[in-house]
């Protein structure tokens, strides 16, 4: 069987294992996500502590919420909630059969032991795909607009409450000490959120993807490792920026910040962001939202340049924001190197990128920054006479030329270009125009 090659430069193709390994898509019949019930867990009576063979219940006033308890029974595993589409409010019980509730959530292991989707679920049992911007949303939990977890909660897992569209504010107890991934994805009206004393961990990027009102987010003095600073999640010294509340339409990075972490600024309503002048590290995708059109630098920055559509490294020439106007990129003289490291923001989807003669570098999966991979309509120029170097390119397996495009290069340097792409098995790939 011919080998299968990962392409940066044009539609990806999926491997052989992937299509023959009947993925399920998580829906039913109607349309609607599909719901799961109690898991079937025969196969296995424990997981990592818990008692997985005998489930316990709690009947709530609106819902029924259904529990493993630890193989010690003293604490409680809620991981399943029964609503219908007249509950409106889900208030979790602090103990069940005497045991103190510290766990809420569906977890991934619980998935594998039943042969389950790649995928999670939300507490109402609703596969959640992100990648596919599916929240978890149920008719029945159309109408929950509150939301109270147990006091003694210590560990809310990942899509635990994604897809609860009319919930406006949540509380998380203090004892959570860890936020990941699309937690609250898809809560829709959520305003005020409450982050835990013992946070010490955070999802940044997904964790409240979907959340447009989100615009009020407090956490207590005494937390060890964040702070909030005027809708920003700072690390405790206030030295990095690690994400901001997506209602804020601009971002100020304070002075006191220096790096800013992968996926900070990716997702949100920011249209415009500023930064300071100790900035000089910013993360991959740190900055790529898709509505910010304005990136501008302080004047006191000595270590970042902008030109024209291009933030970049001033000593290495690195390229590190684009922002796209109309859909376009012009990468300018003062960029020599162009890593996958990257932001771009304004777009999803460029039409062109122009990149200057100046470029001498490509380094890694360069092409990621402008989702070479999924968008296959930007065409791309290269203004330089001699191709640019290719960098940390030991993946045999991978394409780091753009393909399955329209790839511009100088007429008079058009053997150059063909030759460099037939020295990374690429030339079959595309078909090299001239300017």
């Given at each position: 069987?011919?080998?299968?090659?990962?392409?940066?430069?044009?539609?990806?193709?999926?491997?052989?294992s992937?299509?023959?390994?009947?993925?399920?898509?998580?829906?039913?019949?109607?349309?609607?996500?599909?719901?799961?019930?109690?898991?079937?867990?025969?196969?296995?009576?424990?997981l990592?502590?818990?008692?997985?063979?005998?489930?316990?219940?709690?009947?709530?006033?609106?819902?029924?919420?259904?529990?493993?308890?630890?193989e010690?029974?003293?604490?409680?595993?809620?991981?399943?909630?029964?609503?219908?589409?007249?509950?409106?409010?889900?208030?979790?019980?602090?103990?069940?059969?005497?045991?103190?509730?510290?766990?809420?959530?569906?977890?991934?292991?619980?998935?594998?032991l039943?042969?389950?989707?790649?995928?999670?679920?939300?507490?109402?049992?609703?596969?959640?795909?992100?990648?596919?911007?599916?929240?978890?949303?149920?008719?029945k939990?159309?109408?929950?607009?509150?939301?109270?977890?147990?006091?003694?909660?210590?560990?809310?897992?990942?899509?635990?409450?994604?897809?609860?569209?009319?919930?406006?504010?949540?509380?998380?107890?203090?004892?959570?000490?860890?936020?990941?991934?699309?937690?609250?994805?898809?809560?829709?009206?959520?305003?005020?959120?409450?982050?835990?004393?013992?946070?010490?961990?955070?999802?940044?990027?997904t964790?409240?993807?979907?959340?447009?009102?989100?615009?009020?987010?407090?956490?207590?003095?005494?937390?060890?490792?964040?702070?909030?600073?005027?809708?920003?999640?700072?690390?405790?010294?206030?030295?990095?920026?690690?994400?901001?509340?997506?209602?804020?339409?601009?971002?100020?990075?304070?002075?006191?910040?220096?790096?800013?972490?992968?996926?900070?600024?990716?997702?949100?309503?920011?249209t415009?962001?500023?930064?300071?002048?100790?900035?000089?590290?910013?993360?991959?995708?740190?900055?790529?939202?898709?509505?910010?059109?304005?990136?501008?630098?302080?004047?006191k920055?000595?270590?970042?340049?902008?030109?024209?559509?291009?933030?970049?490294?001033?000593?290495?020439?690195?390229?590190?924001?684009a922002?796209?106007?109309?859909?376009?990129?012009?990468?300018?003289?003062?960029?020599?190197?162009?890593?996958?490291?990257?932001?771009?923001?304004?777009?999803?989807?460029?039409?062109?990128?122009?990149?200057?003669?100046?470029?001498?570098?490509?380094?890694?999966?360069?092409?990621?920054?402008?989702?070479?991979?999924?968008?296959?309509?930007?065409?791309v120029?290269?203004?330089?006479k001699?191709?640019?170097?290719?960098?940390?390119?030991?993946?045999?397996?991978?394409?780091?030329?753009?393909i399955?495009?329209?790839?511009?290069v100088?007429?008079?340097?058009?053997?150059k270009?063909?030759?460099?792409?037939?020295?990374?098995?690429?030339?079959?790939?595309?078909?090299?125009?001239?300017?």
């Amino acid at each position: 069987m011919m080998r299968n090659k990962r392409i940066l430069g044009g539609a990806l193709l999926l491997s052989m294992s992937l299509l023959g390994g009947g993925l399920s898509m998580g829906f039913s019949n109607n349309g609607q996500p599909a719901i799961v019930k109690a898991a079937d867990t025969k196969s296995q009576s424990t997981l990592a502590g818990w008692n997985i063979g005998k489930e316990v219940t709690y009947k709530g006033s609106e819902a029924t919420y259904h529990a493993y308890l630890s193989e010690d029974g003293k604490n409680a595993w809620i991981y399943l909630v029964e609503t219908t589409n007249k509950t409106k409010s889900l208030k979790f019980p602090d103990a069940v059969e005497g045991a103190v509730v510290t766990r809420v959530g569906y977890d991934t292991a619980l998935c594998k032991l039943e042969d389950a989707d790649e995928f999670n679920q939300n507490i109402s049992g609703v596969t959640v795909e992100y990648a596919h911007g599916v929240d978890g949303w149920s008719e029945k939990t159309i109408n929950v607009e509150s939301v109270v977890l147990p006091k003694n909660l210590t560990i809310l897992e990942s899509t635990a409450l994604s897809g609860l569209r009319k919930v406006k504010s949540i509380t998380i107890p203090d004892g959570v000490q860890k936020i990941s991934a699309e937690t609250f994805y898809g809560c829709k009206s959520l305003k005020e959120v409450q982050l835990p004393k013992s946070l010490a961990s955070f999802d940044n990027y997904t964790s409240f993807s979907a959340c447009p009102k989100l615009s009020k987010v407090t956490l207590s003095k005494e937390n060890k490792s964040f702070k909030m600073q005027k809708g920003l999640l700072l690390n405790k010294k206030g030295t990095k920026l690690i994400w901001a509340v997506p209602a804020k339409n601009k971002i100020t990075v304070p002075d006191s910040v220096t790096s800013i972490a992968d996926n900070a600024l990716k997702a949100g309503k920011a249209t415009s962001v500023y930064l300071g002048k100790k900035v000089k590290i910013i993360g991959k995708d740190a900055i790529a939202g898709k509505k910010i059109t304005k990136v501008s630098i302080s004047k006191k920055n000595k270590r970042l340049g902008k030109q024209g559509q291009c933030i970049y490294e001033k000593k290495s020439g690195k390229l590190l924001i684009a922002v796209a106007k109309k859909n376009v990129v012009k990468i300018g003289n003062k960029v020599k190197l162009i890593s996958e490291d990257a932001s771009l923001c304004g777009s999803r989807q460029l039409k062109k990128l122009d990149i200057g003669a100046s470029v001498k570098t490509l380094q890694g999966a360069w092409g990621e920054f402008y989702r070479a991979g999924y968008v296959t309509t930007t065409k791309v120029y290269f203004r330089s006479k001699n191709p640019p170097k290719l960098t940390q390119n030991n993946d045999k397996n991978y394409c780091y030329l753009p393909i399955f495009r329209d790839v511009y290069v100088p007429k008079a340097s058009l053997k150059k270009y063909k030759k460099w792409y037939k020295k990374n098995d690429a030339l079959q790939f595309v078909k090299l125009k001239t300017f």
